[in-house]
C-alpha cells in the first residue's frame, strides 16, 4: 500500500535492536484517516471470504482492527494481556512471546466469542518473527473457528515470521514489508 | 443516547461490586457500528470547539477514541499503561487508581504528543469514580495543552466522579448515565 509506505518512509524511524518506530502516526499518536483508508484496504483484500468476525490483541492492534470491522460490518474482539478480572466464565488462553519486550505473557479471550461457526480475519499493526500471531492462531484453533487470513500494517519481511506462516498454508497479506532497514533507509518488498 | 442506553439493557449484565459487564459490545467484542455511531454523537457534541486531538488511555477507549478522531478529522494519542520500552525522549507520566483492578498503576505519553497548542477531547468508556481521569488530566495540565471536555460511553452516575468533575467547572458528556443499578434493572438519569 503506497500510502503507507510512503508515511513509513516520512515519518518512520529506525532504532538499534530491528525497531520501527512508527509512534507519531500508528501505535502512540494514530492518524485516523489513514487508519481508515487501511481499513478499506483490508476490506478489498478480504471482503469475499465470508467473514463473520475480526480479532486482534491489544493494544496497537485495535485502532486498526476496529476500521476494518466498521467497514467489513462485523463485529470486533480482541485478545486481553495478563489476567484480566472482567472476564468471567470460560476463556480461551494462549501464550504469546513479544519481540518487543523479550518476555512472554498469556492472552486471553471469553469463549463465548469464538465460536466453530466463525471465520476470522486477525489484524495486528506488526509482524516480526509472528510469534504474536502463533498465540491468537492457538486461539482460533481451540475454539475451532476458521481464519481466513491474516492481516498485518507493517512486515519486517526480514525477520521471517510472514513468511513462515505463508509456509504453513495461511494467507498472510501486509500492507508494508520491509525488506530491509538501517538508519540510511527502509527496503520494502 | 437511546441507542446506547437501550443496548445497555438489551445487552449490559450487573456483576457484584458495582460493576457493569458490556462485553459483547463495548469493550471485550465490540459493534464497529454502534462505535461510529457513538463517535458521531461525540462530535455532534464537540464539532465547534476546536479540537486538535482526541487523547484516550488503552486499552479499551481507544476503538471508540479513533471514531471520534477520524469523524473529527484529527489525530489520536492515547496514553499507554506500564512502563512501555517503545517510548524513548521525553514524556509525561501519572498515577492512576482502577475502580475495577483495586491498583494504582503509571500512565504516559510522549511529550512530542501534546503540546500547549493542543486543545484535548478527552474519551474513555467508563467513568466511575473519576480516577482514571485525573491522571489523564493531570498529563494534559503538565503538557499546557487545554481541555476542551470530557466524552464518556457510559457514566455510573452513582459512583459520583462525572459531577465531580462538572464541580471543578469540566464539561463532561456522557451517552448514557447510570443512576442507580441492581440485578433487578438499570436506571438512566
Redesign the interface.
Known amino acids: 500500500m503506497k500510502l503507507l509506505e510512503d508515511r513509513i518512509l516520512k515519518d518512520g524511524q529506525v ?1 538499534a535492536g530491528n ?1 520501527l ?1 512508527v ?3 500508528l ?7 489513514l ?2 483508508e487501511i481499513g478499506r484496504e483490508f476490506v478489498r483484500l478480504y471482503k469475499d471470504e465470508g467473514i463473520t ?1 475480526v480479532l486482534t490483541i ?2 496497537s492492534g ?2 486498526i482492527a ?2 476494518v ?2 467497514h467489513l ?6 485478545a ?1 494481556k495478563a489476567k484480566s ?4 466464565g470460560e476463556v480461551y488462553t494462549s501464550q504469546v512471546e513479544s519481540f ?2 523479550k518476555r512472554t505473557y498469556d492472552i486471553t ?2 469463549q ?2 469464538i465460536t466453530p461457526q466463525d471465520k476470522l480475519l486477525i489484524i495486528d499493526d506488526f509482524m516480526a518473527s509472528g510469534k504474536a500471531m502463533y498465540g491468537l492462531l492457538d486461539i482460533c484453533a481451540k475454539a475451532g473457528a476458521k481464519v481466513a487470513g491474516i492481516g498485518i500494517c507493517i512486515e519486517k519481511g526480514f525477520q521471517g515470521g510472514g513468511d513462515a506462516l505463508r509456509a504453513k498454508g495461511y494467507r498472510v497479506e501486509s500492507l508494508a514489508i520491509i525488506e530491509s532497514m538501517s538508519e540510511d533507509g527502509i527496503v520494502f518488498r
Open positions: 532504532r525497531i518506530k509512534d507519531n502516526f501505535n502512540h499518536q494514530i492518524d485516523a484517516q487508519l481508515d468476525k491489544e493494544a485495535i485502532a476496529i476500521m470491522a466498521y460490518g462485523v463485529p470486533l474482539v480482541f486481553k478480572k472482567n472476564i468471567d518487543t519486550y479471550v471469553a463465548k466469542f
